[in-house]
């Protein structure tokens, strides 16, 4: 079952900081974040484990809440590079399953 | 290290028409994805292989595509007849192994016009 993620879409100035939420109804055993910008491949930026293990890029953060099935992926002093959208995919016991997007808009 | 590349990056076709699609994913891989993203959503997964079997062909609609990863290297996904729902970006990914773990690394993707 798909993911839902929220907000649907921010714009954001340099500087400023942003919270993607990811949501599943299902048991989760990892959740994965990717960035995608218009045009291009999407990119790996982290992946949440069960039982609290991470791997990612240093200057990107997140969280995973196993209970709620909530992951929440922080950007913080925002870039014009971090523009784009950004994917949850979450994974219980089938394949990854991405979520709709999050469009995130950096501005000068 | 070289990424994973696929061929053609557009094609044009008309419906009812066949196409094929070839992913080479970064060597070492052992897992490998089609994914068909349609504009404005996040990608959905077609088919996964481990090594040259299927892992996941759930969402894959049979009657009209298939995909073939025979010497669990590269792989090529194909329509036949292509329908205009079709239309989407054809994304490859490869991964070291298929648990939860292990991250994707995509390719630049194939985009399909179907008229």
């Known amino acids: ?108 | 290290e070289a990424g994973v590349a696929q061929s053609p990056r557009y094609k044009i076709i008309e419906k009812r028409q066949s196409v094929a699609f070839w992913c080479n994913p970064i060597s070492g891989h052992a897992t490998l994805y089609w994914y068909q993203q349609i504009l404005g959503q996040g990608p959905k997964l077609l088919i996964q292989f481990q090594n040259n079997g299927v892992v996941d062909d759930s969402q894959l609609p049979k009657d009209r595509f298939s995909a073939e990863r025979l010497k669990g290297v590269d792989s090529t996904l194909k329509i036949q007849p292509a329908k205009l729902e079709d239309s989407a970006v054809y994304l490859c990914a490869s991964s070291l192994g298929q648990g939860s773990s292990y991250e994707q690394y995509f390719g630049p993707g194939t985009r399909l016009t179907v008229t």
């Open chain 1, 1 to 108: 079952q798909q993911p839902v993620q929220s907000p649907q879409a921010v714009i954001l100035r340099e500087g400023e900081d942003a919270v993607i939420n990811c949501s599943s109804s299902k048991a989760l055993y990892s959740v994965h974040w990717y960035r995608q910008k218009h045009g291009e491949a999407p990119i790996f930026l982290m992946i949440l484990l069960k039982g609290g293990e991470q791997k990612g890029h240093d200057k990107i953060s997140a969280s995973f809440n196993e209970k709620k099935q909530q992951s929440s992926l922080y950007l913080t002093a925002s870039q014009l590079s971090y523009s784009g959208t950004y994917f949850c995919g979450t994974q219980g016991n089938t394949p990854l399953v991405f979520g709709k997007g999050t469009r995130l808009s950096v501005i000068a």
